[in-house]
């Protein structure tokens, strides 16, 4: 299980979750703008 | 005199003599996290609090309030804060190799990674920095000022933090101190880093896209 306050590795893994969640959101957001 | 060496003696008596302890007794530690990486979360926790207190004046002033944003005549700059998201997630890249490489046993990729991670957080703070100077508003000059400079101060602290930590980490990984085995005087500003730079997607996505 991911546990992103046990190990630098984990908290790495979370880091890249975290991208790519806000990536989408800003990506969704950028093109509703542009429409 | 008399009394005390009595009283001693009595107290000795009542314990026995072998059972004796001196100094502060022993510290009760945790046997499933080790004590600097559960400092660190503990630490971790505290400062999403604060975040979380930053975050919902900003939510206030947006949603509740239903204020414009950024203040009517101001302008921040989103591809700035932008190019300067790409050069913090690049520094987690950096500070995840060096971590790879010690753990293989690669001292070059330690240094470079570390080295790397350093300089890219200070170019981060430099660039931050900078765009204060340049942004033509003062946290005075109205509510949303106060909660852009507020949340995106905080967040700088904390790069400020973390860069005395990963230059603490640094000098000891040119001093060889890291092994395969042992580095955890590197794991747990790795953490914070970390913790660091998703902070500041979440900051960046709230203050300069939404």
């Not at chain 2, 979380?52 to 989103?78: E, L, M, S």
């Amino acid at each position: 299980m991911l546990n992103p306050l046990r190990s630098e590795s984990d908290a790495f893994r979370l880091l890249l979750y975290v991208i790519a969640v806000f990536g989408t959101i800003i990506a969704i957001i950028v093109i509703a703008r542009a429409l | 005199m008399e009394a005390a060496s009595v009283a001693h003696g009595g107290h000795e008596s009542a314990h026995g003599a072998g059972e004796e302890h001196h100094g502060p007794i022993a510290a009760n530690r945790s046997s499933r996290v080790d004590a600097p990486t559960l400092g660190m979360l503990l630490f971790i926790i505290s400062e999403i609090m604060i975040f979380g207190a930053f975050f919902t004046a900003y939510f206030f002033i947006r949603v509740a309030q239903g204020d414009p944003w950024p203040a009517p005549g101001t302008t921040i700059p989103v591809a700035v804060a932008g190019f300067n998201t790409a050069i913090l997630v690049s520094s987690s890249f950096t500070l995840h190799w060096a971590e790879t490489s010690i753990k293989r046993g690669n001292r070059f990729g330690l240094r470079a990674g570390i080295l790397s991670t350093l300089l890219l957080g200070a170019t981060f703070l430099f660039i931050q920095i900078n765009e204060y100077v340049h942004l033509g508003f003062a946290p005075r000059d109205s509510a949303q000022a106060t909660i852009f400079y507020g949340l995106t101060g905080l967040h700088g602290a904390h790069v400020c933090i973390g860069l005395i930590l990963l230059s603490f980490a640094t000098i000891r990984s040119f001093r060889g101190h890291y092994s395969p085995e042992e580095h955890k005087g590197l794991n747990v500003p790795g953490i914070y880093w970390h913790f660091v730079d998703i902070m500041w997607i979440v900051v960046f996505t709230t203050v300069y896209v939404i």
